[in-house]
């Protein structure tokens, strides 16, 4: 039976949701500014999205009727057509509206490259240059992916091959089910693993990837089909990606010279776990859950501990809290003399924002080890040692205080 023309009241949804879809884009093709209209056309196209969304994932038409017209792409062309203030408002909106549909159920968005590459896109554009109110939107959105990424997958530990779920087309007929390997896609890009500007290709078993014998999935889906690639910097960190190969992983080191220049999720993240209020501690939040999630996933932890940013910007990050502490706490370093650190200490800590803020970034440097996968155990220590304690910590510890 055809879903869509035997419901009447699916086919008005669907002509609301057209008429909204393209009043919102008349408005920016004939005026390049944000007002209130194309703000509220944003939050009332998601609402009509989640509040129709199927609760047992069958025929989500609304969703694959947004796919087949290309509006997640042409939002995200839209960060080129705006510009100053009304940019900065576009980008915090443009953010919510990933926010709003990515929640709870909306995690099944991912698997569709015509909904992930857009927001990939606008993850990393909204990551350079842009304003704290959208910065402050950023981190909850990356929280919120975070989240999802780390539900989304929970047959990762069971190596499937067979697939996993079935969709349905706009017309409610049933499409071929998605396999494991396919449900492995967003999570690659997240990695840095895939250029997005590349077709992928993906083995069905996910952690050998040194083994060439394996069958492989072929993506369906051509990324160049999209032409967010032509307007998207992926390496927008100066830094080339640091290879210390300091994990002892069974993971071919061959796939290194293959692996795309391109900034992980968490590359994004990392940076605002260091800034002060609740962008840290949402970032922090969200990286906890990553460390977490990464014991049952060997692949997903490589590639965050020899792929990513994240454990050589904690070390420095720690590096740069100490340098800002007071260098001279007492005198002389003699046992009678302890007592007097330790009342120094404890005033620091009282007064000094800044002496709070570098106890806490221990802290929580601590608490990613705890929970963490071996591997991004290793690289984190190796990161620490070298790059606070020997080089910052050791130095200051051996230099003489003038009297």
């Known amino acids: 039976m055809d879903i869509i023309e035997d419901d009447e009241d699916n086919v008005m949804v669907i002509n609301d949701f057209k008429i909204k879809w393209f009043t ?11 007002d209130e209209m194309v703000l509220s056309s944003l939050n009332s196209i998601a609402n009509l999205l989640i509040s129709h969304r199927p609760a047992q994932k069958e025929c989500d038409f609304l969703f694959n009727l947004s796919l087949k017209m290309g509006i997640f792409e042409s939002i995200f062309r839209w960060n080129f057509v705006f510009s100053g203030a009304d940019l900065e408002a576009f980008k915090s909106k ?15 968005y991912l698997r569709h490259p015509e909904f992930a590459l857009p927001l990939l896109a606008t993850l990393h554009h909204c990551a350079i240059r842009s304003c704290l109110a959208v910065e402050r939107v950023l981190v909850r959105t990356l929280n919120s992916v975070c989240v999802a990424l780390c539900s989304q997958y929970p047959e990762i530990g069971h190596r499937e091959t067979t697939p996993v779920t079935s969709d349905h087309n706009l017309n409610g007929s049933l499409q071929e089910p998605m396999t494991a390997g396919e449900l492995m896609l967003f999570r690659r890009w ?20 040194d083994s060439s014998s394996d069958p492989v999935v072929n993506w369906k889906h051509n990324p160049n089909e999209f032409q967010v690639n032509e307007f998207v910097d992926w390496t927008w960190n100066v830094e080339p990606k640091p290879n210390t190969s300091v994990g002892h992983s069974s993971f071919d080191s061959s796939i290194q010279d293959k692996l795309p ?14 800034r002060e209020g609740d ?7 969200a990286l906890l859950l990553v460390s977490t999630y990464s014991l049952k996933d060997d692949e997903f932890s490589y590639g965050v501990a020899e792929h990513s940013s994240v454990c050589p910007v904690l070390a420095t990050g720690l590096a740069t809290l100490y340098a800002e502490l007071p260098r001279r706490l007492v005198t002389t370093n003699l046992p009678e003399e302890w007592p007097a650190l330790v009342q120094a200490l404890d005033e620091q800590e009282s007064r000094s924002p800044k002496f709070n803020e570098f106890l806490d970034a221990l802290d929580f440097c601590q ?4 929970v963490a ?11 620490v040692h070298s790059g606070f304690f020997v080089s910052v910590l050791g130095f200051s510890l051996t230099q003489v205080s003038s009297p």
Not at 94 to 108: A, N, R, S, V
Not at 279 to 285: G, I, K, N
């Open 24 to 34: 919102l884009l008349s408005r920016v093709d004939a005026s390049p500014t944000v």
């Open 94 to 108: 443009e953010l919510q509206f990933y926010d709003i549909l990515i929640t709870g159920e909306g995690k099944f």
């Open 190 to 209: 997240c990695l840095g693993l895939i250029d997005p500007a590349q077709p992928p290709t993906l083995r069905t078993n996910e952690g050998d990837l």
């Open 261 to 274: 220049s391109i900034d992980s999720l968490f590359d994004l993240l990392v940076p605002f776990v260091f």
């Open 279 to 285: 962008l840290a501690w949402q970032a922090r939040d």
């Open 367 to 370: 608490s990613v080890l705890e």
């Open 373 to 383: 996968h071996p591997l991004i155990q290793t690289s984190l220590l190796h990161y």
